[in-house]
């Protein structure tokens, strides 16, 4: 049984070929500049073979045809027929409030996706390109839309809302969505297998060039650090994260900024890159640091800084934690930051053992000392699995 895995965006379209029977990774691709010239795919097998294909892809259906013909090819694809795909799972980024979980994709789902677009204009109409062309070259084939949003659904009503008037609110659907869904459930799901208590208190730190932290009890999430967009929360890659709304439309003015241009700018242009001056990467910025760059210094400290403060406040939501999670590329590639994020944190239970932490290299890994009422871990995460899954379930 396999399982195609899809990630579309405007431009690009990333895949992943998985076998159920174990879960392993048969082959991955992506398909860059689609819609433009010069597009290009290139695919990899589990065992190393390489198809790289220059051929321009007006449209994400001429991308899944070359996606098809790609994983058919007879010297470097994994196919023999297209019947081998027992169906196929699609990242979507937004579920709006319509959707509180994935769902078997029909002409309905298509609607009430296209409705949402206005809620992810970015994403969105690229994930629904993706699923319309996918449907045409794949007739008949079953096929899941998981949203980046629902795990997040089951916050209650007082951690999503914003101050607004409640009829803004339930006119124009303003209010905390939350994203990284896929990687949120799956590591809250692993977390919980490997604690041997699927109801366990957690803080999930998800950290990489977009960051983001849940609070997660009895395996639903209490609260998220994103928001509205992904622009809300920690520091991150390039997102400014949380800021004053009044200091927006003052840098706004200063700067001269159209109104259109300023969620753009505090998208693009700011966090580790904007602070540091240089990189939006943690790695750069990290040896940058180590030389004595001060900008860099103080880019990674606001980085941890920020996730502290949301690991404490989840705490408090929680009332308790059993385990603190790190994951993404962040956070499970860069002990720096653990180490500052879990510097002081004894208060609440959590005995952080530094030795173990610059040691761990790869898989699950515990960071606690072993008198430590809480455990502190680093659970890599797989959302492609996570979508799989998810479509396993649903579709077959």
């Known amino acids: 049984m396999k399982i195609l895995v899809i ?62 013909e790609a994983m058919l090819d ?23 409030e319509d959707f509180k979980s994935s769902v078997v994709i029909d002409d309905e789902v298509i609607k009430i996706c296209e409705k949402n677009a206005e809620l992810g204009p970015l994403h ?13 070259v794949m007739p008949g084939v079953p096929m899941v839309a998981v949203f980046d949003t629902t795990f ?22 303003i209010r905390k969505y939350g994203f990284h869904g896929t990687s949120h459930k799956f590591v809250s799901e692993e977390t919980g297998k490997i604690l041997g208590n699927k109801n366990a208190k957690m803080v999930i730190c998800h950290l990489g ?18 928001g509205f967009t992904p622009l809300e929360g920690l520091v991150m890659g390039t997102r400014s994260g949380d800021i004053d709304p009044a200091a927006v439309d ?41 030389e004595g760059n001060e900008r860099a210094k103080l880019a990674i400290e606001m980085v941890a800084y920020r996730v502290k403060k949301y690991v404490g406040s989840y705490i408090a939501v929680l009332g308790g934690v059993d385990a603190i999670v790190f994951t993404g590329g962040i956070g499970e590639h860069s002990p720096l930051v653990r180490s500052l994020v879990m510097e002081n944190m004894e208060y609440c239970g959590a005995k952080f053992d530094n030795d173990r ?25 797989n959302e492609e699995l996570s979508i799989a899954r998810e479509t396993k379930e649903l579709a077959l």
Do not use: W
């Open 209 to 226: 060039n977009g960051s983001s932290i849940s609070a997660v009890k009895d395996g639903k999430c209490m609260d998220t650090s994103m």
């Open 124 to 136: 969105m109409p690229g994930n629904i390109a993706c699923i319309k062309s996918c449907r045409e």
């Open 7 to 68: 990630n579309a965006g405007s431009s690009s379209l990333k895949y992943q070929l998985i076998n159920m029977e174990d879960e392993s990774v048969v082959l991955k691709g992506i398909c860059e500049r689609i819609t433009f010239s010069g597009s290009v795919l290139t695919q990899k097998t589990f065992d190393g073979r390489e198809t790289v294909i220059n051929k321009d892809m007006p449209s994400h259906k001429e991308a899944m045809q070359l996606v098809l």
């Open 357 to 381: 932490n610059y040691a761990y290299g790869s898989g699950v890994g515990y960071l606690n000392a072993e008198d430590s009422k809480v455990k502190v871990l680093v659970v890599p995460t």
């Open 74 to 96: 007879k010297k470097n694809g994994a196919l023999n027929s297209v019947k081998e795909i027992s169906a196929v799972g699609h990242r979507v980024l937004h579920s709006g």
């Open 152 to 173: 997040h659904s089951t916050m209650p009503q007082k951690a999503f809302m914003y101050g607004i008037p409640y009829e803004v609110y339930e006119e124009h659907k």
């Open 250 to 290: 003052y840098l706004r003015v200063k700067l001269g900024l159209k109104p259109e241009e300023v969620v753009n700018y505090l998208n693009k242009k700011c966090g580790m890159l904007g602070i540091s001056g240089f990189s939006s990467d943690m790695r750069d910025c990290t040896a940058a640091a180590k």
